[in-house]
């Protein structure tokens, strides 16, 4: 005690020391009170397993999240028939993961019915103005009929649940209902090319088929798949396949699935078919050509022998008269 003392009273005799020594002591109390409130402002090492929510209420879901000291966020919500009214369908993180105390969980919940929407007047429109007004809506196309007329790929009726929508109607439909369309196609009959879906997701199939005049055949799901993972699922099998001419309106089937490696196979099956079709379908269209053009060709060719032979037999006649 006596030497700490004698150096406490020489430390305090040099002021510069004394000075140098006071800033560090007080910059180590400043670092050491900013460690200890960042332990408690944190919970430094606190962890919380996050608790499986699906299939259960949002009260239910609530009570449990308090008891884990967690918060719940109503991130979104759909209408699945299946499940009741409330009912916790999705949520991330996702149950089993350890996050921090306090940590939010974003859930999905099931609403207790479907919402409804207003169906817009879309019949004058090109087909592909519809389907955008359509998809705006929270609408889809449930099918197109192809007619004759010379508002070649425009909307000439629409109709919605077997009822006329004109610009003074104000239909409600459930959201993601469909409507049907029909389109004019001049001479009464159109074809297009079958576009290559595989690897896409069904909305943007859906899509790309409407805008090309096709209607959605049957839809396969392998199994795992449900509306919440539905739009990570791919198409890996379509029929007919890509680049084979249609007719206006015919209908596409698809199937999906989650599975990459599935997914990979068909795709280079796919695309091996789909050069086949499109090498295929450019030698018919140029035999086609060719078989026009020769046809024409003899027809000029006929046009032009006529006239010779009505020439040459009047000749004929005049000489016989005189």
Request: glycine content about 8%.
């Amino acid at each position: 005690m006596e030497k700490l003392a004698y150096y406490w009273k020489r430390l305090r005799e040099n002021r510069l020391a004394y000075n140098l020594v006071l800033i560090g002591a007080i910059i180590l109390a400043m670092a050491v009170t900013a460690h200890i409130v960042m332990q408690v402002g944190t919970r430094h090492g606190a962890r919380r397993t996050v608790p499986d929510f699906s299939g259960i209420k949002l009260d239910e879901a609530q009570r449990t999240a308090r008891k884990y000291d967690l918060k719940l966020h109503i991130n979104d919500s759909l209408f699945v028939p299946a499940y009741e009214g409330g009912i916790v369908l999705d949520q991330l993180p996702e149950g089993g993961v350890e996050v921090k105390p306090g940590r939010t969980v974003y859930i999905t919940i099931n609403s207790f019915r479907q919402k409804m929407v207003p169906v817009p007047y879309v019949a004058g429109r090109s087909l592909r103005q519809a389907k955008n007004m359509l998809e705006i809506a929270g609408l889809e196309i449930d099918e197109l009929i192809f007619r004759a007329d010379m508002a070649t790929n425009y909307v000439l009726d629409e109709y919605c649940d077997g009822r006329p929508v004109t610009p003074r109607s104000k239909i409600e439909a459930e959201m993601g209902s469909g409507v049907t369309l029909y389109v004019g196609v001049e001479g009464g009959y159109g074809t297009t090319v079958i576009p290559r879906l595989v690897g896409f997701p069904l909305k943007e199939a859906k899509g790309r088929l409407w805008e090309l005049g096709l209607n959605i055949g049957k839809i396969d799901f392998d199994e795992g798949i449900n509306l919440l993972n539905q739009r990570d699922a791919r198409i890996y099998v379509q029929s007919p396949t890509a680049e084979r001419s249609a007719a206006l309106g015919s209908r596409v089937d698809l199937k999906l699935t989650l599975d990459t490696k599935k997914l990979d196979k068909h795709r280079a099956v796919a695309e091996k078919q789909a050069r086949e079709a499109a090498e295929e379908r450019l030698r018919l269209e140029r035999e086609r050509a060719d078989s026009l053009a020769q046809a024409e060709f003899e027809q000029a060719a006929a046009g032009e022998q006529q006239p010779q032979t009505q020439a040459a037999t009047q000749t004929d006649n005049d000489g016989f008269f005189d």
